[in-house]
């Protein structure tokens, strides 16, 4: 049991590795300026910039297969998280328009925005599913100012297949 709780340990340290690592090396791609033009708000629609980063971060979504989402999150003055923008199509259920208001999102989403805080957490339940995520905030380099929040989610069935599959045979 011992052997088995250590190899499942190590198979999901290396998946969550791995995740923040790729989160990480997306987000560095993202440009600064381009998420610091994001209003929040519906009328961010009407900026190009928005349909640029959508596309460019759909594009990366279709070469992730584990990936359900990328998004980034911006928060208000008042500290209210919002959406940013949504790689999900419009016409989605699941859509988020910029400006909807993320209610009660989890604590580490808060610490990314405040404590400029890195990392992978869950697994989680919110509103949209069960997920665990990876955050990596989004630093003005010149105000040192968090801009936004990049987050991918993982559905927590694909994550446990690979913590399973990885734990039946640990090749690495």
């Given at each position: 049991i011992v052997v088995v709780g250590v190899v499942v340990w190590r198979a999901d340290r290396k998946y969550r590795s791995d995740l923040l690592i790729q989160t990480r090396l997306i987000a560095n791609a993202v440009n600064v300026q381009d998420v610091s033009t994001l209003t929040g708000t519906p009328e961010q629609l009407n900026n190009p910039v928005h349909y640029q980063l959508v596309q460019k971060l759909t594009e990366i979504l279709g070469v992730m297969p584990e990936w359900k989402w990328i998004y980034i999150l911006l928060q208000r003055g008042d500290g209210v998280i919002v959406?940013?923008?949504?790689?999900?199509?419009?016409?989605?259920?699941?859509?988020?328009?910029?400006?909807?208001?993320?209610?009660?999102?989890p604590v580490e989403f808060i610490q990314a925005f405040e404590e400029k805080r890195i990392g992978v957490f869950g697994p989680y339940v919110d509103e949209w599913g069960e997920w665990l995520t990876a955050a990596v905030p989004i630093v003005d380099p010149t105000t040192e100012r968090v801009v936004g929040v990049y987050a991918v989610d993982i559905e927590v069935t694909k994550w446990l297949l690979n913590i399973l599959s990885k734990s039946i045979f640990p090749i690495e």
């Open positions: 959406a940013g923008l949504d790689t999900d199509p419009p016409e989605s259920e699941d859509y988020s328009i910029p400006g909807e208001v993320y209610d009660d999102p």
